[in-house]
């Protein structure tokens, strides 16, 4: 599976932003995915996770309220609309897929990452 995230961009705080993660190669419908960031200086964090079927969800509680991970197996996207951004938002975000089905809070959970798409947050 190959992904690729886009979306990402500039933005004023409070403004909002819709990252996708299209996968290619083969379909993903049964691959639970993950989003992660990782600002300068910062170790790798998870940011929101779906199951393959989307009838489970997970957010970090810095994101929580203001991110919704969603998916559409028909389209192989997986989509994070961001809300109400912070400057603390700034960051490379990551899309990871694993064959599990579940998605885990660790980077180690996830076979196949995307290349990252920068979200720059202005105050």
């Known amino acids: 599976v190959q992904l690729q995230a886009s979306g990402g961009g500039l933005v004023q705080a409070g403004g909002s932003l819709r990252l996708s993660c299209a996968a290619s190669?083969?379909?993903?419908?049964?691959?639970?995915v993950g989003w992660f960031r990782q600002a300068p200086g910062k170790e790798r964090e998870f940011v929101a996770g779906i199951s393959w079927s989307g009838g489970s969800t997970s957010y970090a509680d810095s994101v929580k309220d203001r991110f919704t991970i969603s998916r559409d197996n028909t389209k192989n996207t997986v989509y994070l609309q961001m809300n109400s951004l912070k400057p603390e938002d700034t960051a490379v975000y990551y899309c990871?897929?694993?064959?599990?089905?579940?998605?885990?809070?660790?980077?180690?959970?996830?076979?196949?990452w995307g290349q990252g798409t920068l979200v720059t947050v202005s105050s």
């Open positions: 190669g083969r379909t993903f419908s049964r691959n639970a």
């Open positions: 990871a897929a694993n064959r599990d089905g579940i998605y885990y809070f660790s980077p180690g959970g996830y076979d196949y």
